[in-house]
């Protein structure tokens, strides 16, 4: 081979080196930019889920005192007629000497 030959081989080998360095520091950056916009998209995808499990949890406190306040109004609806239902039956109730009479 001549000198020239050799010359251009060796340039040629250079040159796709250099094209061989550039294409893996480009694959290493956009890896890394992948991973920086995968972080991010995660994490907005849990900073979304958190509120909506909040909401959520709001919504459930707010049906849990609904159900609270509407069981506490029967108990005390329920309580007020065995009230007056022992009261009724207490007043009927005969004593002895009502008894003996009839």
């Known amino acids: 081979m001549q000198a020239h030959q050799v010359a251009a081989l ?9 094209d061989r360095r550039n294409m893996n520091d480009m694959l290493i ?12 998209i995660k ?5 979304e889920q958190r509120r909506k499990d909040a909401a ?5 406190e707010v049906h849990r005192q609904a159900l609270f ?8 609806l ?3 007629e ?5 009261k009724e039956c207490m007043g009927k109730e005969e004593s002895m000497s009502e008894r003996k009479a009839r």
């Open 82 to 86: 065995f009230e007056e239902w022992s």
């Open 10 to 18: 060796a340039e040629a080998r250079k040159k796709a080196d250099a």
């Open 43 to 47: 994490t907005t995808q849990k900073i």
């Open 78 to 80: 329920l309580n007020n």
């Open 69 to 76: 306040n509407r069981r506490q109004a029967l108990a005390t």
């Open 56 to 60: 959520l949890n709001s919504l459930k």
């Open 29 to 40: 950056e956009q890896a890394k930019t992948l991973s920086k916009v995968d972080f991010e």
